[in-house]
């Protein structure tokens, strides 16, 4: 019996529903089960696999770590196994990332984009009433000022930043700029003024709690002690289905060009393409494809999914998942960074640095920049 196996980083939220999706397809497989295990973060999942002296058949990775794999020689070229089927009913905005050349070295699978998560119930009780998303940044910080001063014991506001793609996400909405853009430039006036305006959202303004992690904020937000908070839209069913309140999700502010990531599928097994193809395209199905979408709320990468009956259907009694879908559509694939991981540490140690150090955002953003252009 051969058996595959299959890494990837979808932990607690939407762990349920990839489980399902294999499932199904070993009780279709008997003789070519697929063997799942789950590595950790997106980063811990690379560590691994460039570590592993025996790598899994298949990768669930994000799309902006395939250049490093296939420069390591870790991924296969898969070029020439992709149905064309499956090829023409994907846009070409989300093979760009997996590409070089002609060349195709991974499958995507999903993409998630930034949204603002937001708890009617702590809108209406600070006196807002209008519901309606805001358009502008200083729009949303009258509701942000009125959260403050009308509620007790709630804060705002969060807005992670942790890492180099959360905020070019929120860059790309605040300053209309995005930073992966070659010669990538971190330390650019844009930047530098989005992260002072978030270090003002914490130490002068009292809109965003201070020293707080991503997981602790989510849990405030669920537990009602948060108003807002700027989430991937794959947590949209895990809140949905667990705030005990009115929810809404709305677009970060600003006309800039949305940032979306993808996760991709990358094959580093020899053995024969059919069972490993087989589960791809399982997962990759048009069922399937709809199922990943309503049961996380990142989009369907396939065409054909998005226009489906079924889905409109759904849309009526769901409005909230209409807003990844239209983002999605608007966004752009964060670059393929030579070093992204590399470059990615250095940017989550100088916001850090600012955001819980206190220290002067361009300063730390130069120091960044500096270290980026001599290679550390």
């Known amino acids: 019996m051969t058996e595959l196996e299959f890494w990837h980083p979808i932990g607690a939220h939407n762990k349920t529903i990839l489980q399902r999706l294999i499932s199904s397809y070993n009780d279709l497989n008997p003789d070519v089960p697929v063997k799942a295990v789950f590595q950790g973060s997106e980063r811990d999942l690379y560590l691994k ?101 009308n509620t007790k014991d709630v804060w705002p506001l969060f807005i992670p930043t942790e890492n180099l793609e959360q ?40 809109f ?26 794959s947590m949209l069913v895990y809140t949905q289905s667990t705030l005990p309140y009115n929810f809404t999700v709305w677009r ?53 999914a998005k226009g489906s009956l079924d889905l409109l259907i759904f849309y009526e009694e769901n409005p909230n998942y209409t807003t990844p879908v239209i983002e999605v559509e608007r966004g752009r694939p964060l670059s393929s960074i030579d070093g992204y991981f590399e470059i990615d540490a250095i940017v989550a140690r100088a916001l850090q640095k600012a955001m819980i150090g206190e220290e002067d955002p361009e300063t730390v953003l130069k120091e960044a920049q500096s270290l980026i252009e001599a290679g550390l």
């Open 208 to 233: 965003m709690p201070p020293k707080v992690t991503r997981e602790e904020a989510e849990q405030m937000f669920l537990s009602g002690r948060l108003g807002m908070m700027m989430a991937p839209s």
């Open 49 to 149: 696999l460039i570590s592993s002296e025996s790598p899994p058949d298949l990768v669930l990775l994000p799309a902006h770590y395939v250049p490093a794999l296939r420069d390591k020689d870790f991924i296969r070229n898969l070029s020439l196994s992709i149905p064309p089927e499956l090829r023409s009913d994907i846009a070409e905005k989300y093979w760009d990332p997996v590409s070089a050349g002609n060349e195709i070295y991974g499958i995507p699978f999903s993409y998630r984009c930034y949204l603002l998560y937001v708890n009617q119930h702590i809108l209406r009780i600070s006196g807002t009433r209008n519901e309606t998303e805001p358009s502008s940044w200083e729009e949303l910080l009258l509701m942000l000022r009125r959260i403050r001063e």
């Open 252 to 304: 970060l502010p600003g006309s800039g060009e949305p940032l979306i990531a993808g996760l991709s599928l990358c094959v580093t097994s020899q053995q024969g393409d059919g069972p490993v193809y087989g589960f791809i395209e399982h997962l990759l199905s048009y069922e399937n494809s709809i199922k990943w979408h309503t049961n996380t709320g990142d989009p369907s990468v396939r065409t054909s």
């Open 167 to 206: 905020f070019d996400a929120f860059t790309s909405a605040y300053a209309g700029f995005r930073l992966d853009v070659e010669p990538l430039s971190v330390d650019s006036d844009p930047a530098v003024q989005s992260l002072r305006f978030l270090k003002d959202l914490v130490f002068e303004n009292g």
